[in-house]
């Protein structure tokens, strides 16, 4: 199992969001600074929550927010925001959300694959909340490799 890229660029630890759709903006501007993918993927992960509903809230206080493989993605690359306040995204089991993982994939080969391969990561039920207390990008990055 391989992630895609984490670079520290793509980590924002404590940011403010009101909403869900101010929670999935972090992730896709963190995505665009560390170059994997165009600003304007935020508003595709945002329609795609809109379309299908909170299926992006995949355990207890954790959002993996993607789009399909598309032109606003430059690179396979991966996001880490934490919030100070979670969010709600609607979703009956696993809201709130302090921990939105933001996922851009260039191919559909790799795509659902790379869905797994992060799911997996998160068996350990103990890596969302370190990861939400997290003080340093240095911790989560650490937090990650560990559960690979």
Not at 4 to 26: C, F, M, N, Q, Y
Not at 72 to 84: E, I, K, S
Not at 107 to 132: K, M, T, Y
Request: no cysteine; net charge negative.
């Amino acid at each position: 199992m391989t992630l895609p890229p984490l670079p520290e660029s793509a980590i924002v630890l404590r940011g403010e969001a009101a909403t869900w759709r101010d929670a999935v903006r972090l992730a896709g501007a963190a995505l665009a600074t560390s170059g994997a993918a165009r600003p304007g993927y935020s508003d595709e992960m945002i329609r795609m929550i809109d379309e299908h509903g909170p299926y992006v809230v995949i355990a207890p206080g954790l959002a993996l927010a993607h789009a399909r493989p598309g032109p606003d993605v430059l690179t396979d690359g991966l996001a880490v925001v934490t919030l100070r306040e979670p969010v709600s995204f609607g979703h009956p089991h696993n809201d709130p959300v302090s921990v939105v993982l933001g996922l851009a994939i260039s191919s559909r080969e790799r795509h659902l694959e790379s869905i797994a391969d992060l799911a997996n990561v998160f068996n350990d039920q103990a890596a969302i909340p370190a990861i939400a207390a997290a003080e340093d990008a240095a911790t989560v990055i650490a937090i990650l490799k560990r559960n690979q």
